[in-house]
């Protein structure tokens, strides 16, 4: 069995600096049930908390929803961006300001028993035959 732990963050802009951050344009992309539309606004899990840690810091404005490349590319080119449900892998963790971890998700690997099969990495994975995952109506924009 292999588990993969994703931690879902609110991520800034490294260059963003502390005083820079009272005006943060806050963004996220629709990731059900962690940010989604509904009745025309923006909801769900991760928002409700977001929304409620901007109220409470005054660091940023209302919420926008955008592509999440969009707002991935966002964190790169303007100042004062800050996008959430962001997936941390180990290439952007230094790269980019954390705050959270709003959500962790862990995705597990499992065979039958007494099949034989082994799975310890992803590689292993690949090797596997066929492989039968759950389907889901929420889709993970952020990876």
């Given amino acids: 069995m292999m588990i993969l732990s994703v931690l879902f963050g609110f991520a800034v802009g490294a260059q963003a600096t502390a005083t820079e ?21 923006i909801t769900g899990l991760a928002t409700e ?21 969009e707002g991935y590319q966002a964190l790169w080119e303007q100042p004062n961006i800050a996008l959430f449900s962001t997936v941390m892998t180990s290439e952007r963790k230094n790269l980019l ?8 998700l862990d995705t597990n690997l499992y065979a039958l028993k007494g ?14 035959n066929k492989i039968a995952t759950a389907d889901s109506s929420s889709k993970c924009n952020s990876d």
Avoid at 26 to 38: M, Q, W
């Fill in 21 to 41: 951050t009272a005006g943060l344009k806050v963004l996220t992309a629709e990731n059900p049930p962690l940010n989604f539309i509904k009745d025309g606004e």
């Fill in 49 to 69: 908390v977001i929304r409620e840690l901007v109220k409470r810091t005054g660091t940023g404005e209302n919420i926008r929803l955008v592509a999440w490349q």
């Fill in 97 to 104: 300001q954390w705050v959270g971890p709003l959500v962790v």
């Fill in 115 to 128: 099949s034989r099969i082994k799975i310890a990495n992803l590689d292993d994975a690949r090797k596997v």
